[in-house]
């Protein structure tokens, strides 16, 4: 028995149109799992990605893009409502939308701070609370996924308000999983470390200081491929981990083992 085979299971994934949600749809595609990109992106751009994740060998039936910004109620609702109608009420939502900036903490925009918070937190609040009201309504489990970070616990300079979303978003993720247990709905987290992507893969590449200071934090030495990310998400949605609710799985190369400095 394949206990990591997700056939017949519907997983909605905001922000699944990003470079490492990308690498989580194919992933959980190729094990069965039916695959709800959530994004902001046009039409024509997601279905573009949507497209090239199902030509990495997953069927293209597995996987459709569903545009809409999760931390707008009505928007979520209609994202959920459309899912449904396609392929019935995901048994997964992952929360998995979400954005960093860098600057010193004593000159960071608040517009930033503002649209870092709405991304990261209030997107992941909304989804996952529309999603669970669905499933108790139904009295169906649910499964809630939230992607956290190492800084959750170990600040990284510069992102301090990325830190601190990261630390919002495991107790609220704790928070679910406390309230709903009762009713077969569960809520875990993934923390990755340094995801060897977008700005971390940048200024690794181009600043030799951050490569240095990076290299310090990251025990293994070496950025996270995302493949490893995905692979925490596989291991949450499976049968492997049915009985884990309000649990933060660390996946970080030993980022949170200790302070950088």
Not at 25 to 39: F, I
Not at 142 to 151: A, E, Q, R
Request: charged letters at 15%; aromatic letters at 8%; one cysteine or more.
């Amino acid at each position: 028995m394949n206990l990591l085979d997700l056939t017949g299971k519907t997983v909605l994934i905001t922000g699944g149109a990003g470079a490492i949600g990308q690498v989580i749809t194919a992933t959980l595609a190729a094990h069965g799992a039916q695959v709800a990109v959530n994004d902001v992106l046009p039409d024509a751009e997601g279905q573009a990605i949507v497209a090239a994740v199902a030509g990495l060998d997953v069927p293209a039936d597995r996987v459709a893009y569903f545009r809409g910004d999760a931390a707008d109620p009505a928007a979520a609702e209609r994202c959920l409502d459309a899912v449904t109608a396609a392929w019935g009420m995901p048994q997964v939502v992952a929360c998995h939308a979400g954005m960093v900036d860098a600057y010193p903490v004593t000159e960071y925009p608040l517009d930033r701070f503002d649209l870092l918070m709405q991304v990261n937190v209030r997107a992941a609040f909304v989804m996952a609370q529309a999603a669970a009201r669905r499933w108790a309504t139904a009295g169906t489990p649910g499964l809630l996924l939230f992607t956290t970070s190492w800084v959750q616990d170990v600040p990284w300079p510069e992102i301090t308000p990325y830190n601190a979303s990261k630390a919002a978003m495991k107790t609220m993720m704790r928070g679910f999983a406390r309230e709903l247990a009762p009713q077969g709905i569960r809520a875990n987290a993934i923390a990755p470390g340094i995801v060897g992507v977008g700005m971390a893969k940048r200024q690794w590449d181009t600043d030799p200081s951050y490569r240095a200071r990076a290299q310090k934090a990251i025990p293994l030495g070496a950025l996270q491929d995302p493949q490893s990310v995905a692979n925490a998400f596989l291991f949450l949605c499976s049968d492997l981990a049915a009985y884990m609710t309000g649990s933060v799985l660390l996946v970080d190369g030993g980022c949170s083992l200790y302070p950088m400095d």
